[in-house]
Protein backbone atom coordinates (compact mmCIF):
# COMPACT_ATOMS: atom_id res chain seq x y z
CA UNK A 1 0.00 0.00 0.00
CA UNK A 2 1.66 3.15 -1.25
CA UNK A 3 1.76 6.23 1.18
CA UNK A 4 -0.77 8.40 -0.24
CA UNK A 5 -3.43 5.26 -0.54
CA UNK A 6 -3.30 5.02 3.18
CA UNK A 7 -3.79 8.81 3.88
CA UNK A 8 -6.31 8.53 1.70
CA UNK A 9 -7.97 5.72 3.35
CA UNK A 10 -7.88 6.70 7.20
CA UNK A 11 -9.48 9.89 6.22
CA UNK A 12 -12.25 8.64 3.47
CA UNK A 13 -12.70 4.98 4.45
CA UNK A 14 -15.66 3.54 6.81
CA UNK A 15 -13.74 1.75 9.86
CA UNK A 16 -16.23 -1.30 8.57
CA UNK A 17 -15.17 -1.65 4.86
CA UNK A 18 -11.27 -1.33 6.40
CA UNK A 19 -11.88 -4.03 8.82
CA UNK A 20 -13.26 -6.24 6.70
CA UNK A 21 -10.80 -6.41 4.29
CA UNK A 22 -8.26 -6.51 7.29
CA UNK A 23 -9.76 -9.73 8.74
CA UNK A 24 -9.38 -11.33 5.20
CA UNK A 25 -5.72 -10.71 5.36
CA UNK A 26 -5.48 -11.98 8.49
CA UNK A 27 -7.09 -14.99 7.59
CA UNK A 28 -4.71 -15.37 4.66
CA UNK A 29 -1.23 -15.31 7.10
CA UNK A 30 -2.84 -16.31 10.32
CA UNK A 31 -5.58 -18.58 9.29
CA UNK A 32 -9.47 -18.44 10.20
CA UNK A 33 -9.08 -19.65 14.16
CA UNK A 34 -5.75 -18.79 15.93
CA UNK A 35 -5.45 -16.64 18.10
CA UNK A 36 -2.00 -15.80 20.23
CA UNK A 37 -1.42 -14.85 23.73
CA UNK A 38 1.61 -14.70 25.99
CA UNK A 39 2.20 -14.57 29.06
CA UNK A 40 5.37 -12.67 30.81
CA UNK A 41 5.67 -10.27 33.91
CA UNK A 42 6.61 -6.49 33.62
CA UNK A 43 9.88 -5.75 35.98
CA UNK A 44 9.97 -1.57 35.98
CA UNK A 45 12.94 -2.37 37.72
CA UNK A 46 13.26 1.98 38.30
CA UNK A 47 11.16 5.21 37.46
CA UNK A 48 14.12 7.22 38.30
CA UNK A 49 14.31 9.00 34.94
CA UNK A 50 16.11 12.02 33.83
CA UNK A 51 14.34 12.62 30.27
CA UNK A 52 11.03 14.15 32.04
CA UNK A 53 8.51 13.29 28.72
CA UNK A 54 4.97 15.10 29.49
CA UNK A 55 3.34 12.33 29.64
CA UNK A 56 5.04 10.02 31.85
CA UNK A 57 3.32 9.04 35.02
CA UNK A 58 6.74 8.13 36.51
CA UNK A 59 7.27 11.44 37.46
CA UNK A 60 4.58 11.47 40.11
CA UNK A 61 5.19 7.99 42.05
CA UNK A 62 7.52 7.60 44.80
CA UNK A 63 11.11 6.96 43.64
CA UNK A 64 12.60 4.04 43.33
CA UNK A 65 15.13 1.44 42.17
CA UNK A 66 14.58 -2.35 43.05
CA UNK A 67 17.65 -4.02 43.97
CA UNK A 68 19.08 -7.57 42.88
CA UNK A 69 16.96 -9.64 45.41
CA UNK A 70 13.26 -7.04 44.60
CA UNK A 71 13.93 -8.41 41.41
CA UNK A 72 14.08 -12.17 42.03
CA UNK A 73 11.00 -12.22 44.04
CA UNK A 74 9.26 -10.45 41.51
CA UNK A 75 10.60 -13.16 38.97
CA UNK A 76 9.60 -15.67 41.76
CA UNK A 77 6.29 -14.83 42.02
CA UNK A 78 6.09 -14.14 38.23
CA UNK A 79 6.86 -18.19 37.80
CA UNK A 80 4.13 -19.21 40.23
CA UNK A 81 2.11 -17.34 38.00
CA UNK A 82 2.50 -19.63 34.91
CA UNK A 83 5.08 -16.57 33.08
CA UNK A 84 8.14 -17.97 30.90
CA UNK A 85 9.09 -14.50 30.26
CA UNK A 86 10.22 -10.95 31.94
CA UNK A 87 9.57 -7.45 30.31
CA UNK A 88 12.36 -5.65 32.38
CA UNK A 89 11.65 -1.95 31.62
CA UNK A 90 12.36 1.06 33.62
CA UNK A 91 13.54 4.73 32.87
CA UNK A 92 16.74 6.51 32.29
CA UNK A 93 18.52 6.55 35.51
CA UNK A 94 22.14 7.55 35.54
CA UNK A 95 23.12 6.12 38.78
CA UNK A 96 22.81 2.41 37.76
CA UNK A 97 25.87 0.82 37.12
CA UNK A 98 26.18 -1.46 33.56
CA UNK A 99 26.83 -4.57 36.40
CA UNK A 100 23.25 -3.93 37.94
CA UNK A 101 21.81 -4.74 34.55
CA UNK A 102 23.99 -7.65 33.54
CA UNK A 103 23.67 -9.03 37.27
CA UNK A 104 19.34 -8.59 36.63
CA UNK A 105 19.62 -10.64 33.38
CA UNK A 106 21.74 -13.48 34.36
CA UNK A 107 19.28 -13.69 37.42
CA UNK A 108 16.26 -13.65 35.10
CA UNK A 109 17.60 -15.97 32.09
CA UNK A 110 20.77 -17.89 33.59
CA UNK A 111 19.10 -18.99 37.21
CA UNK A 112 15.60 -18.20 36.52
CA UNK A 113 15.51 -19.68 32.84
CA UNK A 114 12.97 -16.69 31.83
CA UNK A 115 13.39 -14.93 28.14
CA UNK A 116 14.11 -11.68 28.79
CA UNK A 117 12.85 -8.52 26.36
CA UNK A 118 13.88 -5.44 28.01
CA UNK A 119 14.95 -1.86 27.45
CA UNK A 120 13.45 0.60 24.99
CA UNK A 121 15.69 2.25 22.75
CA UNK A 122 16.15 5.39 24.72
CA UNK A 123 17.61 3.30 27.89
CA UNK A 124 19.56 1.19 25.79
CA UNK A 125 20.99 4.88 24.08
CA UNK A 126 21.60 6.14 27.66
CA UNK A 127 23.03 3.26 29.01
CA UNK A 128 25.80 2.84 26.33
CA UNK A 129 26.61 6.81 26.76
CA UNK A 130 26.39 6.60 30.54
CA UNK A 131 29.31 3.69 30.55
CA UNK A 132 31.15 5.23 27.43
CA UNK A 133 30.83 1.83 24.97
CA UNK A 134 29.19 1.55 21.75
CA UNK A 135 25.68 0.82 21.61
CA UNK A 136 27.00 -2.61 19.46
CA UNK A 137 28.99 -2.98 22.85
CA UNK A 138 26.62 -2.71 24.88
CA UNK A 139 24.46 -4.76 23.01
CA UNK A 140 26.66 -7.52 22.79
CA UNK A 141 27.26 -7.40 26.51
CA UNK A 142 23.72 -7.44 27.17
CA UNK A 143 22.76 -10.25 24.78
CA UNK A 144 25.57 -12.80 26.19
CA UNK A 145 23.93 -11.81 29.78
CA UNK A 146 20.50 -12.85 28.32
CA UNK A 147 18.57 -10.60 27.30
CA UNK A 148 16.89 -12.18 23.66
CA UNK A 149 14.36 -9.37 22.44
CA UNK A 150 13.24 -5.54 22.95
CA UNK A 151 10.39 -3.61 23.11
CA UNK A 152 9.35 -1.17 20.72
CA UNK A 153 8.65 1.30 23.54
CA UNK A 154 9.19 5.33 23.32
CA UNK A 155 8.16 5.61 19.80
CA UNK A 156 4.87 7.00 20.64
CA UNK A 157 4.75 9.03 17.47
CA UNK A 158 7.89 9.99 15.15
CA UNK A 159 7.37 13.23 13.62
CA UNK A 160 9.31 16.49 14.92
CA UNK A 161 5.95 17.78 15.87
CA UNK A 162 4.59 15.47 17.97
CA UNK A 163 8.12 14.82 19.87
CA UNK A 164 8.50 18.43 20.46
CA UNK A 165 5.61 18.03 22.34
CA UNK A 166 5.50 14.73 23.89
CA UNK A 167 9.12 13.95 24.49
CA UNK A 168 11.85 16.74 23.63
CA UNK A 169 14.56 15.35 25.01
CA UNK A 170 14.31 11.84 24.14
CA UNK A 171 15.28 10.32 20.98
CA UNK A 172 14.75 12.13 17.44
CA UNK A 173 12.93 9.54 15.25
CA UNK A 174 15.92 9.16 13.01
CA UNK A 175 17.77 8.17 16.63
CA UNK A 176 14.84 5.82 17.79
CA UNK A 177 15.41 3.85 14.35
CA UNK A 178 18.98 3.45 14.15
CA UNK A 179 19.17 2.06 17.61
CA UNK A 180 16.04 -0.24 16.80
CA UNK A 181 18.67 -1.04 13.74
CA UNK A 182 21.31 -1.96 15.95
CA UNK A 183 19.25 -3.82 17.76
CA UNK A 184 17.76 -6.22 15.13
CA UNK A 185 22.19 -5.97 13.38
CA UNK A 186 22.72 -7.76 17.08
CA UNK A 187 19.96 -10.24 16.73
CA UNK A 188 17.93 -9.30 19.38
CA UNK A 189 14.24 -9.04 17.52
CA UNK A 190 11.57 -6.41 18.61
CA UNK A 191 8.21 -5.41 18.71
CA UNK A 192 6.80 -1.58 17.09
CA UNK A 193 4.27 0.46 18.08
CA UNK A 194 2.22 3.97 17.99
CA UNK A 195 0.52 5.72 20.77
CA UNK A 196 -2.17 8.05 19.48
CA UNK A 197 -4.85 10.17 21.00
CA UNK A 198 -2.73 13.72 21.47
CA UNK A 199 -2.75 16.34 18.39
CA UNK A 200 -1.68 14.24 15.71
CA UNK A 201 -2.70 14.25 12.39
CA UNK A 202 -3.75 11.83 10.25
CA UNK A 203 -0.22 12.42 7.63
CA UNK A 204 1.65 12.11 11.31
CA UNK A 205 0.04 8.52 12.05
CA UNK A 206 0.68 7.21 8.61
CA UNK A 207 4.39 8.69 8.29
CA UNK A 208 4.82 7.28 11.71
CA UNK A 209 4.03 3.84 9.88
CA UNK A 210 5.78 4.44 7.24
CA UNK A 211 9.02 4.81 9.38
CA UNK A 212 8.76 1.41 10.86
CA UNK A 213 7.41 -0.16 7.47
CA UNK A 214 10.78 1.35 5.95
CA UNK A 215 13.24 0.10 8.55
CA UNK A 216 11.75 -3.39 8.54
CA UNK A 217 12.07 -3.41 5.22
CA UNK A 218 15.85 -2.98 5.98
CA UNK A 219 16.16 -5.18 8.88
CA UNK A 220 13.30 -7.37 9.18
CA UNK A 221 13.83 -7.58 13.19
CA UNK A 222 9.73 -6.24 13.75
CA UNK A 223 8.22 -9.42 14.77
CA UNK A 224 4.58 -7.11 15.76
CA UNK A 225 2.82 -3.96 15.80
CA UNK A 226 0.97 -2.79 18.59
CA UNK A 227 -1.08 0.44 18.83
CA UNK A 228 -1.75 1.87 21.61
CA UNK A 229 -4.08 5.04 22.70
CA UNK A 230 -2.41 7.67 25.05
CA UNK A 231 -3.53 6.84 29.10
CA UNK A 232 -4.60 10.27 31.14
CA UNK A 233 -1.44 9.92 33.47
CA UNK A 234 -0.51 13.79 33.78
CA UNK A 235 -1.84 16.66 32.80
CA UNK A 236 1.32 18.13 31.30
CA UNK A 237 0.24 17.21 27.64
CA UNK A 238 -3.26 17.44 25.38
CA UNK A 239 -4.93 14.00 24.93
CA UNK A 240 -8.42 13.32 23.04
CA UNK A 241 -10.90 10.82 23.26
CA UNK A 242 -9.70 7.92 20.43
CA UNK A 243 -13.30 6.67 19.81
CA UNK A 244 -13.60 2.80 19.30
CA UNK A 245 -14.27 3.12 15.58
CA UNK A 246 -10.57 5.34 15.61
CA UNK A 247 -8.89 2.41 16.86
CA UNK A 248 -10.29 -0.46 14.81
CA UNK A 249 -9.27 1.58 11.90
CA UNK A 250 -6.13 1.74 13.34
CA UNK A 251 -5.95 -2.27 13.66
CA UNK A 252 -7.29 -2.35 10.33
CA UNK A 253 -4.91 -0.52 8.69
CA UNK A 254 -1.89 -1.38 10.13
CA UNK A 255 -2.68 -4.85 8.92
CA UNK A 256 -3.34 -3.32 5.06
CA UNK A 257 0.18 -1.38 5.57
CA UNK A 258 2.22 -3.76 7.11
CA UNK A 259 2.72 -6.33 4.40
CA UNK A 260 6.38 -7.17 5.94
CA UNK A 261 5.27 -7.30 9.89
CA UNK A 262 3.44 -10.90 10.39
CA UNK A 263 2.03 -10.09 13.91
CA UNK A 264 -1.01 -7.14 14.72
CA UNK A 265 -1.59 -7.34 18.37
CA UNK A 266 -4.55 -5.91 20.26
CA UNK A 267 -3.92 -3.48 23.60
CA UNK A 268 -6.00 -5.33 25.69
CA UNK A 269 -5.16 -3.83 28.33
CA UNK A 270 -5.25 -0.47 27.27
CA UNK A 271 -8.45 -0.68 25.43
CA UNK A 272 -10.25 -3.03 27.05
CA UNK A 273 -12.32 -6.46 26.36
CA UNK A 274 -15.17 -5.19 24.32
CA UNK A 275 -12.57 -4.02 21.75
CA UNK A 276 -10.11 -6.53 21.99
CA UNK A 277 -12.33 -8.45 21.04
CA UNK A 278 -13.92 -6.56 17.58
CA UNK A 279 -9.80 -5.98 16.81
CA UNK A 280 -9.88 -9.95 16.35
CA UNK A 281 -12.19 -9.49 13.40
CA UNK A 282 -10.46 -6.02 11.92
CA UNK A 283 -6.85 -7.59 11.44
CA UNK A 284 -5.33 -7.89 14.88
CA UNK A 285 -4.21 -12.20 15.61
CA UNK A 286 -2.85 -11.33 19.24
CA UNK A 287 -4.15 -9.90 22.49
CA UNK A 288 -0.41 -9.52 23.63
CA UNK A 289 0.73 -10.80 27.07
CA UNK A 290 -2.14 -12.15 29.83
CA UNK A 291 -0.79 -9.02 32.53
CA UNK A 292 0.27 -10.01 35.70
CA UNK A 293 2.08 -6.62 36.64
CA UNK A 294 1.56 -3.07 35.22
CA UNK A 295 2.76 -0.04 37.38
CA UNK A 296 2.39 1.86 34.41
CA UNK A 297 -1.94 2.23 33.97
CA UNK A 298 -4.16 0.24 36.09
CA UNK A 299 -5.13 -2.74 34.81
CA UNK A 300 -8.35 -3.76 32.40
CA UNK A 301 -6.41 -6.57 31.02
CA UNK A 302 -6.71 -10.19 31.19
CA UNK A 303 -5.25 -11.23 34.24
CA UNK A 304 -4.72 -15.18 33.98
CA UNK A 305 -3.80 -17.59 31.55
CA UNK A 306 -7.43 -19.09 31.97
CA UNK A 307 -8.69 -15.53 31.66
CA UNK A 308 -7.20 -15.50 28.14
CA UNK A 309 -8.36 -18.94 26.57
CA UNK A 310 -11.70 -17.90 27.87
CA UNK A 311 -11.61 -14.58 26.09
CA UNK A 312 -10.58 -15.99 23.08
CA UNK A 313 -12.70 -18.79 22.73
CA UNK A 314 -15.61 -16.38 23.65
CA UNK A 315 -14.84 -14.24 21.10
CA UNK A 316 -14.81 -17.49 18.66
CA UNK A 317 -11.16 -18.04 18.24
CA UNK A 318 -9.06 -21.01 19.41
CA UNK A 319 -6.06 -19.54 21.41
CA UNK A 320 -2.63 -20.62 20.92
CA UNK A 321 -0.02 -19.72 23.87
CA UNK A 322 3.52 -18.54 22.00
CA UNK A 323 6.41 -17.45 23.54
CA UNK A 324 7.30 -13.42 24.03
CA UNK A 325 9.43 -13.41 21.08
CA UNK A 326 7.22 -15.77 18.67
S1 LIG B 1 12.04 8.26 28.86
FE1 LIG B 1 10.48 6.77 29.42
S2 LIG B 1 10.58 6.63 31.65
FE2 LIG B 1 11.68 8.48 31.06
S3 LIG B 1 10.17 10.11 31.24
FE3 LIG B 1 10.14 9.41 29.10
S4 LIG B 1 8.52 7.81 29.04
FE4 LIG B 1 9.03 8.17 31.22
Redesign the pocket.
Known sequence: MRFDTAIELWKTSSWTDLAKAAHGKRIQIHGEKDVSYTVFRIINYTNI?K???SF?S?KNGEKYTLSIDEIASQAHLAKKQGADAIFFQG??NPAIPLSYYLDALKLLHKKLNFKVRGF?P?ELFHIAKNNKISLPELLKKLKQAGLSSVPGA?AEIMTEKMRKLL?PK?LSAKDWCKVMEECHKAGLKSSANIVIGSTESPEEIIEHLNYIRELQNKTGGFQSFIPWVFQPQTNDFPIRHVRSDEYIKLIALCRLFFHNIPNIEVSVLGMGKVLGELALYAGANDISSVVLEERVMHSQGITSIEEAKRFIKEAGFKAVRREIDY
Do not use: D, H, L, P
Open positions: CIGCCFAVSVGAK
